[in-house]
């Protein structure tokens, strides 16, 4: 397989085509190995146009929603990103190509070692990652400048957006079970926006102040 071409045309034709702009968000997209971040069974579909299985009932969103939710966050580079559900990592890297420091939660152990794993054999050293309940975020680094939620949860946990620093983005999947809308929460001097994005679907957001198990 020739990884590289396919995530050119990954990029073209789902990505540009729908309206992803943002050239640095595109780069990131076209560059970083997506194929390496799902189980070896499944890297010749790691650049179609749909999420895929990771293992414990969880899912690497598709690679549109990874732009559109990334692209959202506006992100020049010297931020401090927060991500809630680390999963295979691939976000991360997304991420940690476009900002200066990423720090990720993930509640299941073996994807964080994964995913840990993996964002170490590809030289991703600004993510850091932490085994917890992300509804309580990560709240030794905090603010963080913007804020990335890749599980949906049933309301935006107020413990998150008090993380968010003034000027911070936030995107969370907010809905049932079933579906969701990606919601962007924006933190203003004096109040709080929030934006609907589009209708999305999600796995849910697991944790005290999210669905119960
Ligand atoms: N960003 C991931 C997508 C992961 S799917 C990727 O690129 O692969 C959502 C992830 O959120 C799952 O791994 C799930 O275990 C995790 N998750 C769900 N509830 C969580 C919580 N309360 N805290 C941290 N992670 C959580």
């Given at each position: 397989m020739d990884y590289e071409?396919?995530?050119?045309?990954?990029?073209?034709?789902?990505l540009i085509v729908r309206g992803i702009k943002d050239r640095r968000v595109l780069d990131a997209m076209g560059k970083v190995p997506r194929h390496l971040f799902v189980e070896e069974a499944l890297r010749s579909r790691a650049y179609g146009d749909y999420p895929l299985p990771i293992g414990e009932k969880q899912t690497i969103s598709?690679?549109?929603?990874?732009?559109?939710?990334?692209?959202?966050?506006?992100?020049?580079?010297?931020?401090?990103?927060?991500?809630?559900?680390?999963?295979?990592?691939?976000?991360?890297?997304v991420l940690a190509e476009l900002c200066d420091k990423v720090y990720s939660v993930e509640r299941i152990k073996s994807l964080a070692v994964r995913a840990r794993k993996q964002l170490d054999l590809l030289g991703y050293m600004n993510v850091a990652i932490k085994i917890f309940d992300g509804t309580y975020g990560w709240l030794e680094y905090?603010?963080?400048?913007?804020?990335?939620?890749?599980?949906?949860?049933?309301?935006?946990?107020?413990?998150?957006?008090?993380?968010?620093?003034?000027?911070?983005r936030m995107v969370i999947?907010?809905?049932?079970?079933?579906?969701?809308?990606?919601?962007?929460?924006?933190?203003?001097?004096?109040?709080?926006?929030?934006?609907?994005?589009?209708?999305?679907?999600?796995?849910?957001?697991?944790?005290?102040?999210?669905?119960?198990?």
């Open positions: 071409s396919e995530r050119k045309i990954m990029v073209a034709e789902q598709q690679p549109y929603m990874v732009a559109l939710m990334t692209e959202s966050l506006e992100l020049k580079g010297n931020e401090k990103v927060l991500e809630i559900g680390t999963g295979s990592g691939y976000q991360s890297a905090a603010p963080y400048d913007a804020i990335i939620v890749t599980a949906g949860a049933p309301d935006i946990p107020k413990i998150i957006v008090d993380q968010l620093s003034v000027g911070g999947p907010i809905g049932d079970e079933f579906s969701q809308t990606l919601v962007k929460v924006e933190k203003k001097r004096d109040r709080i926006t929030t934006t609907n994005i589009c209708g999305c679907v999600f796995v849910k957001l697991v944790g005290n102040h999210g669905w119960k198990e």
